[in-house]
C-alpha cells in the first residue's frame, strides 16, 4: 500500500526576528500612523482626541476634508444598496451636503 502525501504547509516558515510564522491567505491589520507633530504635547493632544472618537464609533482624519470623507463613504455604500437608494444618496450628497460645508474640515 502507497503511503500517503502529508497535507500541505499551512504556514510559511518565520523570517528572522519573528516569533511565529505568519498563516497563508491571513492579513496582519494595518496600524494607523500619524506623524508630523511639532512635539510631544500635540502629538497626545491627538491621539486623546482619537480615543474620544474611537469610543463613540466615529474615527475621522482632522486632515480629512468633507466633501473627500462623503465621497468616501458613498463608495463603501454601492456594494450593500440598491441603485435607485444610491442614486438618492448621490443626488443628497451632490446636491445637498456637499454644498453646504464645502472643502471645511471635520470638527475635532
Known amino acids: 500500500m502507497p503511503r500517503r502525501q502529508p497535507p500541505p ?5 518565520p523570517p528572522s526576528g519573528r516569533s511565529r510564522p505568519r498563516q497563508l491567505g491571513v492579513r496582519r491589520r494595518r496600524t494607523l500612523r500619524r ?7 500635540e502629538a497626545h493632544i491627538a491621539l486623546r482626541q482619537f480615543h474620544q472618537t474611537l469610543a463613540l464609533g466615529f474615527v475621522t482624519d482632522p486632515r480629512q476634508k468633507t466633501t473627500d470623507y462623503l465621497h468616501q463613504w458613498l463608495d463603501k455604500k454601492v456594494l450593500h444598496l440598491k441603485p435607485t437608494t444610491m442614486t438618492h444618496y448621490r443626488d ?17
Open 35 to 41: 506623524a508630523g507633530f511639532t512635539d510631544e504635547v
Open 92 to 108: 443628497h450628497v451632490e446636491n445637498d451636503l456637499i454644498p453646504a460645508p464645502g472643502d471645511t474640515p471635520w470638527p475635532t
Open 9 to 13: 504547509a499551512r504556514h510559511l516558515l
